[in-house]
């Protein structure tokens, strides 16, 4: 059974770092997709980051240059590096997964849905 494990979530004012971490169990899969959403409230969920099992990366345009996604495949820990962070980042936060790595980017993610999801964690930033 696929676990996804959310963590470092936190309130923050704005304009600083917080990092989140997602740690995963009972995924074997040696291709993969996996990656960081966010849902604000009143708001539709959408997909931030990326990252593929070959290490490349792909993100959302507001979060590009601020936001930093990377693996640590020894651990199963999925990272999420968030910087400059500003109030429209207000949301909680969730760690996704499939196997396969096609499509392992944001705008391609309907077409291509994760299959394991975390619970979330969330991230307050004050203004």
């Known amino acids: 059974q696929v676990q996804l494990v959310e963590s470092g979530g936190g309130s923050v004012q704005a304009g600083g770092s917080l990092r989140l971490s997602c740690t995963a169990s009972?995924?074997?899969?040696?291709?993969?997709?996996m990656g960081w959403f966010r849902q604000a409230a009143g708001k539709e969920r959408e997909a931030v980051a990326t990252?593929?099992?070959?290490?490349?990366?792909t993100y959302v345009d507001s979060v590009k240059g601020r936001f930093t996604v990377s693996k640590d495949n020894a651990n199963n820990t999925l990272w999420l590096l968030m910087s400059s962070l500003k109030a429209e980042d207000t949301a909680a936060y969730y760690c996704?997964?499939?196997?396969?790595?096609?499509?392992?980017?944001?705008?391609?993610?309907?077409?291509?849905?994760?299959?394991?999801w975390g619970k979330g964690t969330p991230v307050i930033i004050s203004s």
């Open positions: 990252i593929d099992s070959d290490g490349w990366t």
């Open positions: 996704a997964a499939r196997g396969g790595n096609t499509w392992c980017r944001p705008s391609a993610l309907d077409y291509y849905p994760m299959q394991f």
């Open positions: 009972g995924f074997t899969d040696n291709e993969y997709c």
